[in-house]
């Protein structure tokens, strides 16, 4: 079983930055951030995976990076040049697989509980 807990969402203004982080207990393989916002579905956003291989979603390419501390066990996603539709809740997924459709979140058996982004005009 892994559990993860997510933290450093907030409230920035466009064009600002933050730091997701998230805490990861047990083994991964794979793990990503996706973010959902109101009425839409979720989606992905960055995943990484052994050795340190990355992708992003188009839309945060650039801005976005995906990094982890494996000996604090721990995920980041350092976000830049914020815009107002990056608004959404941020979560944390992992699981013990390959490296194969890393922004699909079917894939993911664990999750975290979310943290709020929002980037105002």
């Known amino acids: 079983q892994v559990q993860l807990q997510e933290s450093g969402g907030g409230s920035v203004q466009s064009g600002g930055s933050l730091k997701l982080s998230c805490a990861a207990s047990?083994?991964?393989?794979?793990m990503a951030w996706f973010r959902q916002a109101p009425g839409k579905e979720r989606e992905g956003v960055a995943a990484?995976?052994?050795?340190?291989?990355?992708t992003y979603a188009d839309s945060v390419k650039g801005r976005f990076t995906i990094s982890q501390d494996n000996a604090k066990n721990t995920l980041y996603l350092q976000m830049s040049s914020l815009k107002p539709e990056d608004t959404a809740m941020y979560y944390c997924?992992?699981?013990?697989?390959?490296?194969?459709?890393?922004?699909?979140?079917?894939?993911?058996?664990?999750w975290g509980q979310g943290t709020q982004v929002t980037v105002s005009s």
């Open positions: 990484i995976g052994s050795p340190g291989s990355t």
């Open positions: 997924a992992a699981d013990r697989s390959g490296w194969y459709f890393p922004l699909h979140r079917s894939r993911y058996n664990y």
């Open positions: 047990g083994d991964t393989r794979c």
